[in-house]
């Protein structure tokens, strides 16, 4: 991850978060969100792409990637909802565009539907955002986290690499999924891991799920068709909850659309961001 570093820090509640713009002013700004176990890394392609014609702001959430770890860390989708909209406001960004992945669609759409984010247009790309969610394997870390946490530091990164091989999709390049791996096998990584998991609580998605009938903003939502953690019926399901969303589905892509088919992704998001821009 050396070519990919976050220069600017946010001292929020919930330990250091770092951020930093890609591009020049120009049009609309796009801010991008993560998932988990993911940072912003995962948006580097992506990024560095739309960044030529926009400026383009990332971050990685506290207890993720470059951002501070540390024991009782509240990395909870409503602690990150709560950490973006201060973001928006550190940057004085009046309706950005947002395109948000996996759990960083919980909290787009958190900041949106209870803390009155205001968005120009949000794209949500294959996103955590109806029940019922979490793998057997989520379940169980989630469940045991303490007896987790006591794996042998080996053995724990072969559990999380093992983890992060199960998106689907045509697999990660060996580099790729080494620097997804790393955050999380240092001596503040490792426990992270199991916290983050911990902490995943539906009923953070149970809360706004009922107010997608609500959303009045320009939608794109976008899916691998071969994600084995959300599967793809989730995107006919959440299209047809929010009104005159879009839908892209990519062919053979598992749940890192982002590695899997960063070409078309981004041409699907530059499609529809220049049009709401």
């Keep these: ?27 609309r700004p796009v801010v991008l969100l993560h998932g988990t176990p993911w940072s912003s890394y995962t948006w580097r ?3 560095r792409a739309l960044a030529r014609g926009r400026e383009v702001y990332v971050w ?17 989708l409503d602690a990150q909802g709560r950490i973006f909209v201060q973001l928006l406001d550190l940057w004085r960004l009046d309706e950005p565009l947002v ?27 294959d996103p955590v955002a109806l029940a019922p969610w979490g793998s057997p394997f989520f379940r169980l870390v989630r469940d045991n986290a303490p007896v987790f946490e006591q794996l042998p530091a080996a053995l724990h990164t072969a559990l999380v690499r093992e983890y ?24 503040d990584g490792r426990p992270a891991f199991y916290r983050q998991i911990a902490q995943a609580d539906q009923r953070y998605t149970d809360e706004i799920q009922p107010r997608y009938g609500g959303i009045d903003l320009p939608t794109l ?21 929010v009104p005159h969303a879009g839908l892209e ?15 078309e992704l981004t041409a ?6 220049t049009e709401q821009s």
């Design 1 to 27: 991850m050396n070519d990919w570093q976050l220069a600017q820090v946010f001292p929020s509640a919930a330990g250091e978060v770092r951020w930093d713009r890609l591009g020049a002013p120009g049009g």
């Design 45 to 47: 392609a992506v990024a």
């Design 60 to 76: 990685d959430m506290p207890g993720y990637g470059q951002s501070e770890k540390h024991a009782g860390q509240d990395v909870s």
């Design 99 to 125: 395109v948000a992945h996996d759990f960083g669609g919980a909290v787009a759409l958190r900041a949106h539907l209870l803390h009155g984010a205001a968005y120009r247009a949000l794209a949500l790309v």
């Design 164 to 187: 992060i091989t199960t998106t689907g999709g045509p697999g990660l390049h060996p580099a790729v999924l080494d620097a997804l791996v790393a955050p999380w096998t240092d001596d």
């Design 221 to 241: 939502i976008c899916w691998g068709t071969d994600d084995t953690w959300i599967p793809v019926a989730k995107a006919h399901e959440l299209h047809a909850l």
């Design 249 to 263: 589905l990519f062919e053979g892509a598992g749940h890192l659309v982002q590695e899997d088919a960063p070409a």
């Design 268 to 273: 699907a998001l530059q499609t529809f961001l």
